[in-house]
């Protein structure tokens, strides 16, 4: 599903950073993946590759069988929308759309008509519990449903992976491990889930963990 | 465009920002409103002066004698050209292109019409027949100078409604006497002549008779006549050459020389205006546009900041999939909304001020019917329209250039 080989990126601001040195990472479909690494080990920046967020340098980046190398904004807009699914740590919700609205909003992209997708969105919203704060902004939400706004939102185009970056890192232990609970739920769906985590007892919850330093893999441990 | 979301984001936006939202489109409103008051103000001069025109016929030429400049055959500068009835047979006879024409001669005197014992002063015209279609004038009773009038020198007089009403009230004119200068005419018609000037506060007179009247003299005070209306200014121009030549035949006058007779022309005098209104149109619509730019300016300025305090937003929604092109489309979706939201404000605004305008100024010679004709609305439109892609190009293309992982960014 996530083919990396030799993957270099190097930023330049000012002086340069080499923030990954070569990775190389294979994760096949319906993996529940975490990487794991102190900040500055470049975790984030190959999760934004992988997400199509970012590019890289040097090597090659392989998902679900396409070559993802220099794309125009649009190509990368089309994959992004249909192949892949984001939650984050601090939610990114847009503030004045209702929680509906948020979680409807990849298949307005999508040219979803306006009826179908709000009632797919109350669909999603419905799984996870959620249905009657459908009409709420999510300034009115508690941390833990606003993460699972996101993450109905990072479903509903039914993408083939979900990237999640320090989904539980703004919220405390008890909804964390709630909302680890329903990705592991996702995942058994057949959905490949790939979070970037700090929190060792997080990562646990995974089926691999892949540790990062230095902008290299440090060992891979099933 | 007629995407409910999208007017829920545009709406969104501004109601979290009212002061300046509506600050910006005040600028823009102002004007739009600017270009309506003046392009509606320019026509209403203009309407006043075309008015003023209707009445007289507008390919109407006038002759009147002056005083040579140049010294020819003999004869010194400086002498005066007194024009004569010959001039005006002469001119009838020889310049085809003449269609109608009348000569005219000035009563000397204080000019006064009175009846019994009333007395006012009002202009005396004697001419023509052919003086009624110069003018444009409309008999309300009885009959213009006729040509019989003319040949048998006919103590007769045409007055105005003006002149009926001073003189004789309510009472029928035709057929009673009055005394024009001292002597007793006939009144044998009335007329109404509706413009600006005091065409309806005259009387006329058969010009052979007024001759008469102060010692059988042939002297004429000036021509009116017609040429057709096909005539373009520069026909005009050689139709004038041509009766200047041929009075230099009579008057022995340097056909060059130009002070000699004085010939003025309304195909000139509407030239001349047009031309000046067509100036005063494109002063207006540079003073508009450029109040339009300083909108602009101001709706492209907003936006900026709007881009900018959306920056997150703009990234999630290019995370989970917005293309560029949505992008830009929101931005420019949103800065024509208010442009032309204001735009359109400013303009009833505008309309409605002439309309009140238009409604409550009196009437007077200057200022007539201030309007902003439904061509000025359409391209105010365009105008607006096309002045909300300008301000919203520069800012959506920076919305469209933010990158996710930017916006993204934990702080």
């Known amino acids: 599903m996530i083919k990396l080989n030799n993957v270099h990126k190097t930023y330049y601001n000012g002086s340069p950073l080499h923030v990954l040195k070569g990775i190389d990472l294979n994760i096949e479909k319906g993996e529940f993946v975490s990487i794991m690494g102190s900040s500055g080990s470049g975790k984030s920046t190959l999760l934004n590759i992988i997400g199509i967020l970012d590019n890289y340098d040097d090597g090659g980046y392989w998902l679900d069988g396409t070559h993802i190398m220099n794309m125009s904004e649009k190509k990368a807009a089309y994959y992004r929308n249909h192949m892949i699914g984001f939650v984050f740590q601090s939610f990114n919700l847009i503030p004045f759309k209702n929680a509906m609205e948020n979680v409807a909003l990849p298949l307005y992209y999508q040219k979803v008509s306006r009826k179908k997708r709000n009632r797919m969105a109350l669909e999603y919203l419905d799984r996870l519990g959620l249905k009657e704060w459908a009409d709420h902004t999510p300034n009115e939400l508690s941390g833990g449903e606003k993460q699972r706004v996101a993450i109905a939102r990072a479903m509903i185009s039914n993408p083939k992976v979900i990237l999640a970056d320090e989904p539980t890192g703004a919220l405390d232990s008890e909804t964390s491990f709630e909302v680890m609970k329903i990705l592991k739920d996702i995942n058994k769906q057949g959905i490949t889930i790939l979070i970037v985590t700090h929190e060792r007892d997080i990562s646990h919850m995974t089926d691999r963990i892949i540790k990062l330093r230095d902008g290299i893999i440090e060992n891979k441990k099933k | ?411």
């Open chain 2, 1 to 411: 465009m007629f995407d409910i979301d999208k007017w829920q984001e545009i709406f969104g936006t501004l109601q979290k920002n009212k002061l300046r939202t509506f600050l910006t489109a005040f600028s823009v409103a102002w004007g739009i409103f600017m270009l309506i008051i003046l392009l509606g103000s320019g026509n209403g001069l203009e309407n006043a002066m075309r008015k003023g025109f209707k009445s007289s016929m507008i390919n109407s030429m006038w002759i009147f004698g002056r005083q040579t400049s140049l010294p020819y055959k003999g004869l010194k500068a400086g002498r005066y050209i007194q024009l004569t009835n010959e001039d005006y047979e002469r001119v009838k006879q020889n310049i085809n292109e003449v269609e109608l024409i009348s000569s005219r001669y000035h009563m000397p005197g204080n000019n006064y019409v009175a009846y019994k014992d009333k007395s006012v002063n009002f202009e005396i015209r004697t001419v023509y027949p052919d003086y009624l279609p110069i003018e444009n004038i409309i008999m309300k009773e009885g009959r213009f100078i006729n040509n019989i009038d003319i040949a048998k020198r006919r103590k007769v007089a045409i007055i105005s409604t003006d002149v009926q009403k001073e003189l004789f009230k309510t009472n029928h004119a035709i057929g009673k006497y009055v005394i024009v200068n001292g002597f007793s005419v006939q009144v044998v018609g009335v007329f109404e002549d509706i413009d600006d000037w005091d065409n309806n506060r005259c009387v006329y007179l058969p010009v052979t008779t007024a001759q008469l009247l102060y010692g059988g003299s042939n002297d004429i005070t000036m021509l009116s006549l017609t040429v057709p209306v096909s005539s373009s200014l520069k026909e005009a121009k050689r139709i004038e050459g041509k009766i200047r030549n041929e009075l230099s035949k009579i008057h022995h006058f340097d056909p060059k020389d130009e002070r000699a007779v004085g010939v003025g022309n309304s195909i000139e005098e509407m030239n001349m205006f047009m031309n000046l209104f067509t100036s005063i149109r494109f002063f207006v619509w540079i003073i508009g546009i450029m109040t339009i730019i300083a909108g602009i300016v101001g709706v492209s300025n907003i936006m900026t900041i709007v881009v900018k305090e959306r920056t997150k937003e703009i990234g999630i929604r290019k995370a989970i999939g917005a293309r560029p092109g949505s992008i830009i489309g929101m931005i420019l979706q949103e800065s024509v909304f208010i442009t032309a939201l204001a735009g359109f404000v400013g303009l009833l605004l505008g309309a409605g001020l002439l309309e009140l305008i238009r409604r409550y100024i009196p009437e007077n010679d200057f200022f007539y019917n201030p309007e902003a004709d439904i061509r000025i609305a359409v391209a105010a439109t365009i105008v607006l329209i096309l002045a909300g892609l300008l301000a919203g190009f520069y800012p959506s293309r920076r919305a469209a250039r933010i990158k996710p992982i930017v916006a993204l960014r934990d702080e």
